[in-house]
């Protein structure tokens, strides 16, 4: 069978068959022109290569009872969906096809990995969840009851040598240099001075996703469009936008790498990585989602605490990590930086924008 680099979304995947093809041509499979081949007849690099993630999934037939039907599915759409092995343009049977070619021994061995639906048992096993989630046997819901009413300052809901390891995964550094944006709603007719756009001052510093009332943390968004998102402000208002500048190199916490790192580093536990997967996800959701005024502040403790965890950890002995990056739940594509030390960047100019109007985008809900 001959497939193409372009028919893999993963990097790793891409960077074996750049490197180990033999010939450039048109892919039979995706279409693309003047790609990277892969025959399967004559090269041997991606041979077996999904085996050991294929592994981890067990038959319909033999999964626990009680196995939710609606968590079960074909291992492509699997490899597709849950771990963006292919690219977006593949469909299951153009990913049947390559897989049972890739992984023609395992085939052999239990065809009923690729023909039948499949399910990880392990998400029904407590003993492996208190081992190996970051939440261990508990769910999330369970962690915010927990540190909301119970214990505020010392959970043990969080498995905190897992959630080191996962957050080890989501690294992302930043030049000197770099621009950001944080913008203001304007109430009166005066422009906010440079230092008006700043992080609050600690006593005036009220609590939000990434800080506790008292602590001061500078939030800052991707771009001008995403700030005014963020503000949710009305037709006709008038905001101040902050152009910021980072003064060192520095190192954050990226949630929104969750869904697109290889998972074909070596070491990597395809299974751990699988139970855990959902809860960095449900983190990343956490923080984006937008504060509202009728916000009880104890909804933002959750992640407050694990914005203060992430901040005693150390990428490199000496070196903490300066913030936590999350995406915006009101700018699609937009992003947002929570730093933990504001000084880390300077407020270099201000713009003030106008809101012409709005729009309104809806459905009609049952
Ligand atoms: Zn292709």
Redesign the pocket.
Known sequence: MI?????FRDRQVRAIIESSSKAKGN??????KN?FLYDTDKNISLKDFLNDLISIYTPQELLPSGYDTADVHMIADELKNEWNIF?ES?DSHSIYDIIINLSSSLYIDTPKLFDAPVGVPEKYDNDYKIKHSILSDHTWEDFVASIKHDNRFHTDYINLDKLKTYLSYLRKDYRKNVILFRGRLRHGNTKYTRKEMGAPPVQFAREGRANSSGVSRLYLADSEQTCIHEIRSGAFDVINIGRFKLQKDISVIDFKLISQFSPFNEDFDFLEYLINKPVLQKIDQEMGRALRSSDNPLDYVPTQYLCDFIKTLEYEKGKPFEGVEYTSTLNQGGYNLAVFYPDLFKCTSVKTFKIDNLRYDYNVVK
Do not use: I, Q, T
């Open positions: 497939f193409c680099n372009e028919c892919c039979p499979v995706c279409g693309k790609v690219s593949l």
